[in-house]
């Protein structure tokens, strides 16, 4: 990002000038933009290796854009970006470099952390992801009774979870044939229970991921599993049936797990940044080494981008600084990621975990309290079902929410006209939002509904729609691995930008770490019959109900 940069200014001006833009440009309409400009889409569409970001439905114009671009200068945010690649320790809470890069640096420049470079390792684990995986895909990996494994079982949360079960949904149209994928992360016995039920021990295997290992959902979870297989095959065909993703080799070997059958990752890697790591073996699984790379290829692709592209070309700065605009400058409080493609049903729940547990925070990097709004609360699903459910709200509710629509042009399900429909809802959705409907509009299409008079009139108001709500759209030509690789990573460098403009530490997790401590106090409370510990009265009257409903 060095050398196409203008020189930074203070951060305060360029907001102050950006709060005197919004009102100057307050009375225009998407509708006059596109009506004063013929080239408006052109002059707001970025693309890179096939992935096409239009962001030409937002509520700004050229000056905007350059006023956001003032402000990521002002951030410095191309010393921080050098700093994360060079693998300083940027995760300042933690006291640990950011290296996801690192996972996916195919190009195998040495990044040096403390001195040494990580990619001999990182090589090293791959090299061992892409034997396992193909003895387990071509049978020469059995389980202990000799049979070939047909089900994988992952077991693991959030960071350890989200990832590979977003991904294998997603490239199920690569999946190998003989092989299923589950994933089982809620310590609600439920979800275990109803995993196992229909599968056979003797062709299970499972993968317990978790970085900690230590984790009290994934241990209860794969304590379970280890029950359930040892059950029918004994203790001895834990080794055939059980392999570990961690950074604690002691613990993975406490479980029992062989430390042969253990894939390393580091400090360095974030959990919700993990899935290019080891966490990935069920994609690698699924898809196969060769694909599992090329998901790798295009995440890397995507990181040269980022790190050099000019700032006007570049496609996750820009995302990142319509988002801020939506979110600091218009007042949104919410973000809707709407993919019209099923194998993405799950992309919105990964993009909760890696936005809003990566700029959910109150508290800038100096300690002190940040002065503006962080990330917005994110959540969507898969078009068209969003549509017939919570649409109504973004096209005539009181509230803003900026959309990014996600689509591929070709599908792998060839079936009659189904994807031509799926992208004309598409296509319809972020011009309707923008667009509206004018009273006139409406009036003219009541009366040609047969209305007249009165009735007419009294429908009017509930039949228009404002417009002007703001969206971006994001076009690949299909969904393989390497888009998906180049997707992710530009959400992973979007959710970066916006973290150094807010001043925040995008890459620690404490509000998490707070449910992993309360839950471990109350558990011993729940089972005994010992007098509670002090709570707040709720918590006191809740916690004896239960006991009482649950005393034998
Ligand atoms: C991710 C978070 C969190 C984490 C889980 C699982 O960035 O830190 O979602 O991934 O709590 O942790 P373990 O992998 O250690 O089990």
Not at 101 to 120: K, S, T
Not at 157 to 185: K, Q, T, Y
Not at 464 to 488: A, H, K, W, Y
Not at 528 to 547: E, I, Y
């Amino acid at each position: 990002m060095s050398g196409q940069w203008k020189k930074a200014a203070a951060l305060e001006p360029v907001w102050a000038a950006l709060a005197r833009h919004r009102d100057e440009i307050a009375g225009r309409t998407m509708r006059d933009l596109f009506a004063a400009d013929p080239a408006r889409a052109g002059r707001f569409t970025l693309s890179f290796d096939g992935l096409l970001l239009d962001y030409s439905k937002n509520r700004l114009t050229g000056r905007t854009m350059a006023l956001l671009r003032d402000l990521a200068a002002a951030a410095d945010l191309p010393a921080w970006t050098r700093r994360m690649f060079a693998g300083e320790r940027i995760n300042t809470t933690e006291n640990r470099a950011v290296l996801h890069v690192a996972l996916r640096n195919r190009g195998n420049a040495p990044i040096m952390v403390d001195g040494a470079d990580v990619m001999p390792e990182v090589n090293a684990v791959l090299a061992r992801m892409r034997d396992f995986t193909a003895r387990v895909r071509d049978g020469a990996w059995t389980g202990a009774t000799g049979r070939r494994i047909a089900s994988v079982v992952n077991i693991g949360i959030g960071g350890s979870d989200l990832g590979p079960r977003m991904a294998v949904e997603a490239l199920a149209a690569f999946r190998h044939e003989r092989l299923a994928f589950h994933f089982v992360s809620n310590v609600d016995g439920a979800e275990i229970a109803r995993t196992l039920a229909p599968l056979d021990p003797a062709e299970t295997l499972f993968v317990v991921a978790s970085k900690t290992f230590a984790t009290q959902e994934t241990m209860a979870n794969a304590a379970t599993a280890r029950a359930w297989l040892t059950a029918a095959l004994g203790d001895g065909a834990v080794a055939r049936h059980f392999v570990a993703v961690s950074t604690n080799a002691a613990e993975v070997a406490r479980f029992g797990i062989d430390a042969a059958n253990m894939f390393e990752f580091w400090d360095w890697v974030g959990g919700r940044f993990s899935l290019w790591s080891a966490v990935g073996l069920p994609i690698a699984l699924s898809i196969g080494m060769d694909r599992f790379e090329e998901m790798l290829d295009g995440a890397h692709a995507m990181d040269g981008h980022f790190r050099d592209a000019p700032p006007e070309r570049n496609l996750p700065l820009t995302l990142a600084l319509v988002g801020v605009w939506n979110t600091n400058l218009l007042g949104a409080e919410t973000q809707a990621v709407l993919p019209y493609d099923q194998g993405l049903a799950r992309f919105p729940a990964y993009l909760q975990q890696a936005e809003m547990e990566s700029n959910g925070k109150s508290v800038g990097r100096d300690g002190r309290r940040v002065e503006r709004a962080t990330a917005p609360v994110l959540f969507g699903e898969p078009g068209t079902n969003g549509q017939h459910a919570f649409y109504q709200l973004i096209h005539q509710g009181t509230r803003l929410v900026p959309c990014d629509f996600i689509a591929p042009a070709e599908t792998h399900y060839k079936t009659g006209r189904h994807h031509a429909m799926l992208l004309a809802n598409f296509l319809a959705q972020s011009e309707a939002l923008m667009l509206g409907k004018t009273a006139a509009e409406a009036r003219a299409e009541l009366a040609a509904e047969g209305l007249t008079g009165a009735a007419l009139e009294a429908l009017v108001p509930h039949r228009v729609f404002g417009g002007d709500r703001p969206s971006n759209s994001i076009l690949v030509r299909r969904l393989d691995p390497r888009t998906l690789g180049m997707l992710i990573a530009l959400y992973e460098h979007k959710i970066f930008a916006q973290g150094v403009i807010w001043g925040i530490n995008s890459f620690d997790q404490w509000g998490v770490e707070l449910g992993k401590q309360l839950a471990t106090r109350i558990l011993p409370e729940l089972e005994g019959d010992g007098p509670p510990g002090r709570h707040d009265s709720s918590t006191t009257q809740l916690l004896a109900q239960v006991r009482a409903w649950l005393k034998p």
